[in-house]
């Protein structure tokens, strides 16, 4: 019913199965970056916020100290759309694009309602660590994904990481 739409999201504990098609209109699993760290970023081309970020993923994306991390963007719209989008603005990871698919993916990553952008940071382990939600600020990367770097080092376990994250990512906007 409608009341769905206002329920909190309940974010899985693991990385769910979700295959969709990446930009040559190739099948591609979640599970293929298995045993890497990955930061997953839901997008859409309509979305202002969204493609605000995309200079600052590519750096994240480009940044030596972070070759370990697998980065995916998860188009959230028309395939055309996307691609059209592509063709325009440089992406330098990979991106994978759905339409209700992505809308399922979403969903399995317990996102409820579709407020764009979000970002998933997940352990090598394929724990979810964090979702941030809204645009994401290369400070506030930095943040999360020092903890997650913290985390499969082995240095802190899970609880620390995600109260480090709570209580250290700048509030921005």
């Known amino acids: 019913g409608a009341d769905r739409h206002s329920a909190p999201a309940v974010i899985p504990e693991r990385l769910p199965e979700v295959t969709l098609a990446d930009r040559d209109g190739r099948p591609r699993a979640l599970s293929e970056w298995a045993g890497r760290p990955l930061i997953i970023n839901f997008w859409a081309t309509w979305c202002a ?99 997650v770097r913290a985390l499969d080092a082995g240095e802190i376990d899970l609880p620390t990481a995600q109260q480090r994250i709570r209580a250290q990512t700048p509030k921005i906007g």
């Open 49 to 147: 916020p969204c493609r605000r970020e995309i200079p600052m993923l590519n750096e994240l994306a480009r940044d030596p100290a972070l070759a370990d991390f697998a980065l995916i963007g998860i188009a959230i719209d028309f395939r055309e759309d996307v691609l059209r989008f592509l063709a325009e603005t440089p992406i330098e990871y990979t991106v994978l694009i759905g339409e209700q698919d992505g809308l399922d993916a979403s969903a399995a990553f317990g996102m409820r309602s579709l407020g764009l952008p979000y970002t998933a940071f997940i352990d090598r382990s394929g724990r979810i660590v964090t979702i941030h939600l809204g645009e994401l600020h290369r400070p506030q990367a930095d943040v999360i994904l020092s903890a």
